[in-house]
């Protein structure tokens, strides 16, 4: 089974700054993909990036890019330039064909005007 | 992708009664997938439900609880049955999309979310 764990429950940031989210997860698995996914208020889960594990490059979608560590196991997403609507609860995710999808339990991200 | 609608979006219940929660994708889909998130937690899964075949359950979660139907490839229910304030939670229903890649791509619902007096 594989492990996922955010070891932030709450931050928070001004808008405009940059803020990283940490996620780090444990797993024997050699294939696997790792996801961001956001929960606003309104409850709907948004995929906000993809990462595949067998890809060195970090993933990145416009003002949302991730730092991926294989060997040290951690996947952390890097939010630039933060906007009042990036206000949600962000969980990190581990899927794997053999489990499916392992969550978090998540960061809830606050950005202060 | 696909686009999946739940019903109710709310309720507020009394202890001892069941609600069933609907789920209607807009896509022929073979995995559908329940979660259930307490306040402020994360999802944890309560079942897999494969069209045709009895939903699996996860460990802590059944099927005497939490009765799943899937009558075809686009719709799925959850019932929450003798239920308890405990029972308070959002559900979720998810979907898996098997193109055919290197792995599957889940969508969600936008959650059902139940108060139990």
């Known amino acids: 089974a594989q492990t996922v764990t955010q070891s932030q429950p709450e931050m928070s940031v001004q808008e405009a700054e940059t803020v990283t989210l940490s996620c780090t997860y444990d797993?024997?698995?050699?294939?696997?993909?790792l996801f961001w996914y956001k929960q606003p208020p309104s409850r709907q889960m948004i995929l906000v990036i993809r990462?595949?594990?067998?890809?060195?490059q970090n993933a990145t979608e416009n003002r949302f890019s991730v730092n991926f560590q294989k060997a040290a196991k951690s996947f952390s997403l890097k939010i630039s330039d933060s906007q009042l609507g990036d206000t949600a609860m962000y969980f990190c995710?581990?899927?794997?064909?053999?489990?499916?999808?392992?969550f978090g339990k998540g960061t809830h991200l606050i950005i202060q005007p | 992708s696909a686009v999946i609608s739940q019903k109710p979006s709310r309720d507020i219940c009394q202890r001892g009664t069941s609600l069933t929660i609907q789920c209607q994708v807009d896509?022929?889909?073979?995995?559908m997938f329940w979660y259930r998130q307490q306040p402020g937690q994360s999802l944890t899964l309560i079942a897999t439900?494969?069209?045709?075949?009895?939903?699996?359950?996860e460990s802590g979660f059944v099927i005497d609880k939490f009765p799943i139907s899937r009558p075809n490839l686009t719709f799925s229910t959850l019932t929450v049955s003798n239920m308890s304030p405990e029972d308070s939670s959002i559900y979720l229903c998810?979907?898996?999309?098997?193109?055919?890649?290197?792995?599957?791509?889940?969508?969600f619902g936008p959650g059902t979310r139940l108060t139990v007096l």
């Open positions: 797993t024997s698995e050699s294939n696997y993909y």
């Open positions: 995710a581990f899927w794997c064909r053999a489990d499916g999808l392992t």
């Open positions: 998810s979907v898996e999309d098997d193109w055919g890649g290197p792995y599957n791509e889940q969508f």
């Open positions: 990462q595949e594990a067998y890809k060195q």
């Open positions: 896509s022929q889909v073979t995995m």
């Open positions: 439900a494969n069209q045709g075949s009895e939903a699996t359950y």
